[in-house]
């Protein structure tokens, strides 16, 4: 069992809040959808959530079976898909998918041949990276994130630039490997993305900024 608790959790960057006053605990075998407009911090949220960045305010922990994780060894645990993830555009699909499994493992310790048939993309295995459209390598950062032996799947914005034949690719694949998982969505509210999560959080019910504590001035 793994849980991620955010406690009264705030970004703040230069004088903007991000968001403010959040709280919330994703535990395993639940799935969270992150929703709110472009722009409104999904994608901060989500690398909050990642331990990419921290808090401005409030906390954030990890707890595994019990035991703490600190945050800077939280992305071992966690496998994400999003536009900001770069692939290495010289390297062809099968070089890819070799290079990732050495950084993490695959669910049923899966073959990079194997991963090219879960893409549906055996014709371009020896392709490099830099010839495939933005459907295929949406295709494949998916099924890297999905496919990765890892208690945390991070989304965000799934379906970008994905056709309505890989829309049910992704949302079959994403049935089939989330049991157990704890699983966490950003979306601007587009429903082929997130129909499967039980849990919301809407970025603006978490606006406001902090109240300031007052400090008086003696004189």
Request: with cysteine; net charge neutral; aromatic share 8%.
């Amino acid at each position: 069992m793994l849980e991620i608790t955010l406690d009264n959790a705030g970004k703040q960057y230069n004088e903007d809040w991000i968001f403010s006053g959040l709280g919330h605990t994703f535990t395993s075998g639940r799935a969270t959808v992150i929703l709110g407009s472009n722009g409104s911090g999904k994608s901060t949220l989500l690398q909050v959530i990642s331990s990419a960045i921290m808090p401005t305010a409030g906390s954030i922990s990890y707890m595994l079976e019990g035991n703490v994780v600190r945050p800077e060894h939280a992305f071992r645990l966690m496998a994400i898909a999003a536009p900001y993830i770069e692939l290495i555009e010289e390297f062809t699909l099968t070089e890819m998918i070799s290079f990732h499994r050495r950084l993490k493992p695959l669910i049923r310790n899966m073959t990079a041949v194997e991963l090219v048939r879960v893409c549906e993309l055996e014709h371009s295995a020896n392709k490099p990276l830099k010839y495939f459209s933005s459907g295929m390598k949406q295709r494949l950062k998916l099924a890297l994130a999905i496919m990765s032996d890892t208690p945390v799947l991070l989304l965000d914005e799934p379906v970008s630039n994905l056709d309505r034949a890989a829309i049910e690719w992704y949302k079959d694949l994403v049935d089939k490997n989330m049991r157990n998982r704890l699983v966490v969505v950003s979306s601007n509210s587009v429903s082929e993305e997130y129909g499967f999560c039980s849990d919301q959080i809407r970025l603006e019910d978490f606006k406001k900024a902090p109240q300031r504590e007052t400090i008086g001035l003696l004189y």
